[in-house]
């Protein structure tokens, strides 16, 4: 667990009730014990989550003064200089803490971002890669910020490398085969994309009418044969639906899209 996700657990109150709620409790508790330098780390973050930033930083100032060698304000400190799109300055505070706790993932995450934002694209994909390994299964969203990064360089194949690492770890989710197809349509590798998609459909054919209706759109401006053969797929997609998902609104709007295209 990442020392910020410690601050907000140890206290028993990360991820419940009404912020209101939670910051007078932990007001409350401070008043008890002002010198509990864990409690006001804890109502300087969710502070930040309220988006009161003056109160915040006079959390972690106060901090600073009661136990000026706790790395961990550095963090917290981070998250709200972050919030406030003050890069550099986030920056800072996590390398500092960094240098104390080099495996922490929340750190490490932020940071890349930090440097993501400072144009430093060698740390940030530095920085989301470690994250990455540190975990025996990654989520989905450090995965996708890899892509994100390795994209802005335009490297295609190291971005097919990650998404070839995140379904041995996540296994052939259908939201990172329509991630991975997609951005080899939008990055001009439509048959590369189209491979992708037919692997879609084999492996949840129930999903195949959106899949057909997005490659039909991918072939569009590119080759007419391909795009009207799909068309006709996703006809025959569409009747094979159960009749409770035809009726979802957002596929009636699929399927007058589709009949307007045939």
């Not at 994250?131 to 990064?149: G, H, W």
């Not at 296994?171 to 991630?179: A, M, N, Q, W």
């Amino acid at each position: 667990m990442g020392v910020l996700m410690w601050v907000l657990a140890s206290h028993g109150l990360y991820g419940h009730g009404d912020l209101h709620e939670i910051i007078g409790e932990l007001s409350s508790k401070i008043e008890a014990s002002p010198m509990d330098t864990g409690l006001l780390l804890e109502r300087a973050e969710y502070l930040r989550k309220h988006g009161d930033m003056p109160r915040a930083l006079q959390d972690v100032a106060l901090v600073k003064k009661l136990q000026p060698g706790l790395t961990t304000r550095h963090l917290v400190l981070a998250a709200i200089l972050s919030d406030q799109k003050k890069w550099k300055r986030a920056k800072l505070e996590l390398d500092r803490f960094l240098v104390v706790h080099p495996d922490d993932v929340t750190a490490l995450v932020l940071r890349s971002r930090c440097c993501g934002h400072l144009d430093l694209t060698e740390l940030a994909e530095e920085g989301i890669r470690r994250a990455i390994k540190l975990q025996p299964r990654a989520p989905l969203s450090l995965y996708s910020r890899y892509v994100e990064i390795l994209l802005k360089r335009n490297d295609i194949d190291a971005a097919l490398k990650v998404y070839a690492g995140a379904e041995k770890s996540l296994g052939p989710l259908p939201v990172l085969g329509e991630s991975k197809a997609r951005m080899l349509r939008d990055r001009g590798r439509p048959d590369d994309a189209a491979e992708v998609y037919s692997i879609l459909r084999e492996q949840n054919p129930t999903l195949s009418f959106g899949w057909w209706m997005e490659e039909a759109q991918m072939w569009k401006t590119r080759d007419s044969v391909k795009m009207n053969r799909a068309m006709m797929e996703a006809k025959q997609a569409w009747q094979h639906l159960p009749a409770r998902t035809r009726a979802l609104p957002h596929m009636k709007l699929k399927h007058q899209e589709l009949l307007k295209k045939l």
